[in-house]
């Protein structure tokens, strides 16, 4: 198979959710010298926005999203060292969650491996992340950047709900807070009171190192 016939092919089958086929054609991709960046955003991505399409047209339901969610997971695990394995040095820590209510985390696990392929120590709460818990591992790991996503309307009045706890436990001043997720934008983020926002993850990692050598220079 050409590269443009294996990037095809892995946009229908993850829009189908065939993780078999998925993950066959990934390890084909890479052995054929395609870069995980062209997989991801130019196969991957692409096709669950599809799947997304669908889904508000009526045409998709949660079954469907959720095999092609399994789809898509199975292969950036395959992806996930390549793109992580930098060598770079530890720049900072990084305590990530989905926000509680919510348990998408495609998104907020490729947050996390670009931010581990910068150097970025990574604490990965999960999904469906409650305030205390975000409390609880700010205590224990103190890290450089609190960051949580949240990808339905409905879930993202938690970010305001989370930096309020976090004030009141008298920890705002000492994490970087940034948000992020599909529906989230800047203005929100300057709404519930975030230090940080990004569209996605590579301007995640752009801003969470911008922001920490801004704190560091006070
Ligand atoms: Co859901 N879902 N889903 N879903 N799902 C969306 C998000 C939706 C947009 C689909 C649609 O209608 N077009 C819609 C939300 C609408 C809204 O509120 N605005 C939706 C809905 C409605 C729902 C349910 C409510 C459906 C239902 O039950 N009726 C339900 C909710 C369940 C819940 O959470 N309580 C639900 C369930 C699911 C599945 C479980 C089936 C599955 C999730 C599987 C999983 O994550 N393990 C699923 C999926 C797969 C999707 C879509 C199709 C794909 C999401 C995805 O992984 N995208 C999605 C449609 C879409 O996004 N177009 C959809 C790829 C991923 C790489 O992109 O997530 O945007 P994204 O992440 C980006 C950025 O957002 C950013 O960087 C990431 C990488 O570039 N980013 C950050 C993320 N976190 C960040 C943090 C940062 C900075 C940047 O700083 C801290």
Sequence with gaps: MTPDEILTELYERTMEGNAPRVL?????????????????????????EEVGARFERGDYFVPEMLIAGRAMSG????????????????????LMGT?????????????NIMLEGAGFQVIDLGVQTPPEKFID????HQPDVVGMSAFLTTTMPMFKVNIHEITKAGMRDDVIIMVGGAPVT????????ADGYAADASTAVRKAKELIAIKRAK
């Design 75 to 94: 292969a950036l695990d395959v992806l996930r060292p390549l793109l992580a394995d930098t060598g770079a040095e530890t720049v900072g820590t990084f």
């Design 137 to 140: 591992a700010i205590k224990e």
């Design 24 to 48: 066959e054609l990934t390890k084909m991709g890479l052995e054929l010298d395609m870069t995980p960046d062209s997989i991801l955003f130019e196969a991957l991505i692409p096709s669950l």
């Design 186 to 193: 800047q203005e929100y983020a300057d709404v519930v009171g």
């Design 99 to 111: 926000v509680k209510g919510d348990v998408h985390d495609i998104g907020k696990n490729l947050v």
